[in-house]
Structures are given as C-alpha cells and as structure tokens.
C-alpha cells in the first residue's frame, strides 16, 4: 500500500516568516494530494489539493508544488499569521483507494 | 453548509465491552470511511464503504471490526470486545468520489477504554 513520509515533525517560524513541509510517497500510481490542518481537538480540514496532471497550485498564501519524478510534493505557506499555528497532514491517494496520511507537522508561528 | 456528523462525542468503556460509533455522513454522498488518530499521531486509514459493502479496508481493521449502514442515512463502526489500544478519536468521513475527492470529516469520536 501507499507510504506517506513527511517531515519536518515540528517547525516554528516567526510571524510573517514562510514555511515549508515536504512529504514523499511510495506508489508511483497516486494521482491526489490533499494537504489538511488540524487544529487542537478539532477535525481535519483541507485547505489545499493537487492532482498529478498539475505541477504547481496555489490559493492566496498557500502553495503547494508536486514533483512525480521524484514522488515528493511540499506545501508552502508564506507571511505565516498566529493563526496557522497547528498540525498539518499531508496525504496521498491512488484511484480507487482511499487517502493514506503523512505523521504530521506541527507547526507553530511565533509572533 | 451540509457537514459529517457523529456520535458519540465522548465515550468511556471498560475493556472487553462492545462499543458502536454513529456516523451521519453528508447526504450526497456515496463513499465512506472510518479513520482513527491516537493521541498526537498520524490519521490512520481503517475501512472505506461503497454501495453496501467493504471496498477497502487496512491491517488495522481486523474481526473485531465491523461496519454497517443500517439504514439510508446513518454508518456505524462497531468494535466487539474494546483493548486498551483502542482508545483513540475515531473519525467518520464522506466524500462524493472516491480516491481523488475531498474528504469531509466529522468531528470525532473520542473512545476511551479503561
């Protein structure tokens, strides 16, 4: 089945700083990448998606970037506010199977 | 704006015990899953839902684990006998495709055994 990585595990960055969580997968069939942020005892949330016929997308201060040749994809978030404090997931999908999650990276924006 | 519900939020059970989490999954929807997070890890993948039956399920999901849609609207993850290691949130999710489609998640189960 598909193997997520992700790292880093944590990350702290300065308000208005960017940040930078990289994940790779194993199966070279998963076409679907959703990232999703979880607050503190809240549900997963997507906040942005991208599918294997799409290199680059972005929405306002969040990009995310897909490489297949090298099955690693990232997610980019810039001028990072308090707000974006919280655990994000990256995850990836092959058609017909369901969403396999990376571990988790904590992220906190210090003001 | 149409959401998964669950319940229960909180549920506490001494091991050995049967527990059934309820899962209202968004209406429209046709694909549904149960996913489960022990405490500050990762999401796991336990089993998808399609047209009645098991389309997939992980190594987690073994014969203590059992799913069903009762009815047209609720789906339920049944655990016969609870372990310890089974305490954890459980998330309930829907999505309209399946394997390239947004999940939507519920707000947890959370499955404390003792």
């Known amino acids: 089945g598909e193997n997520v990585e992700q790292h880093p595990s944590t990350l702290s960055v300065q308000e208005g700083d960017s940040a930078v969580i990289k994940c790779t997968y194993s199966d070279s069939a998963s076409n679907y990448f959703p990232w999703y942020k979880q607050e503190l005892g809240k549900r997963p949330q997507l906040i942005i998606d991208?599918?294997?016929?799409?290199g680059e997308k972005k929405d306002q201060r969040i990009a995310v970037t897909l490489n297949k040749t090298a099955k690693h994809f990232s997610l980019h978030i810039t001028e990072t506010q308090p707000e974006d404090s919280a655990v994000y997931f990256c995850?990836?999908?092959?058609?017909?199977?369901?969403?396999?999650f990376g571990k988790g990276t904590s992220l906190l924006v210090t003001p | 704006e149409p959401e998964v519900t669950q319940t229960p939020s909180h549920q506490v059970t001494q091991m050995g015990q049967e527990v059934i989490l309820r899962c209202v999954p968004i209406?429209?929807?046709?694909?549904f899953y149960w996913y489960r997070q022990i405490l500050g890890q990762k999401v796991e993948f336990l089993v998808s839902f399609y047209n009645n039956e098991i389309s997939e399920k992980s190594e987690i999901f073994d014969d203590q684990f059992s799913v069903e849609r009762p009815d047209g609207s609720n789906f339920t993850l049944k655990i016969r006998s609870t372990k310890l290691e089974d305490s954890a949130m459980y998330f309930c999710a829907s999505s309209e495709t399946r394997g390239d489609g947004e999940l939507f998640f519920g707000e947890g189960s959370r499955l404390t055994v003792l």
């Open positions: 991208i599918r294997s016929n799409v």
């Open positions: 209406s429209n929807h046709l694909y």
């Open positions: 995850a990836a999908s092959s058609p017909g199977y369901a969403l396999n």
